[in-house]
């Protein structure tokens, strides 16, 4: 298991609002049924978000390798959504912000039955 955490700190004078997207995309071809966001199968044409509150967790089931991502932070489970469209599992952020001096650390886990390039994670910020 390897945990994961990344802090954001308002260094500015000003509060600061910051948006991401963190695409989990894998290497290999997945069918479509092989991507669930939180514990569901959503069909990539339905592009309607699923919230993480009651099963915060992303997962890719392929036969030689799967990775489970599970959203720890109170954050994550709260604000945020899960997406997916036909190859990557997206957490989606909207509504993050920070008062000038604040920090905040994000903490997710991931499971895998074996590591071989199913991760790569994007964000842009706004």
């Known amino acids: ?11 500015s004078g000003e509060d600061q609002a ?12 997945l069918e479509p049924q092989q991507i669930l966001c939180a514990g569901v199968f959503k069909s990539p044409a339905e592009n309607s978000p699923v919230s993480p509150q009651s ?11 799967s990775l489970g991502v599970v959203l720890e932070d109170d954050f994550y489970r709260l604000q945020t959504s899960l997406k ?5 599992g997206i957490v989606e952020n909207r509504s ?5 001096g604040q920090s905040h650390t994000l903490t997710e886990k991931e499971t895998k039955k074996t590591w ?7 964000r842009s910020s706004v």
């Open 1 to 11: 298991m390897l945990d994961v955490r990344e802090t954001y700190t308002n260094a």
């Open 18 to 29: 910051i948006a991401f997207d963190q695409i989990i995309r894998s290497e290999f071809p």
């Open 55 to 65: 099963n915060s967790t992303l997962f890719f089931a392929h036969p030689t390798a």
């Open 84 to 88: 997916r469209d036909e190859s990557c």
């Open 96 to 100: 993050f912000g920070l008062a000038p």
């Open 116 to 122: 071989i390039a199913l991760q790569q994670k994007t």
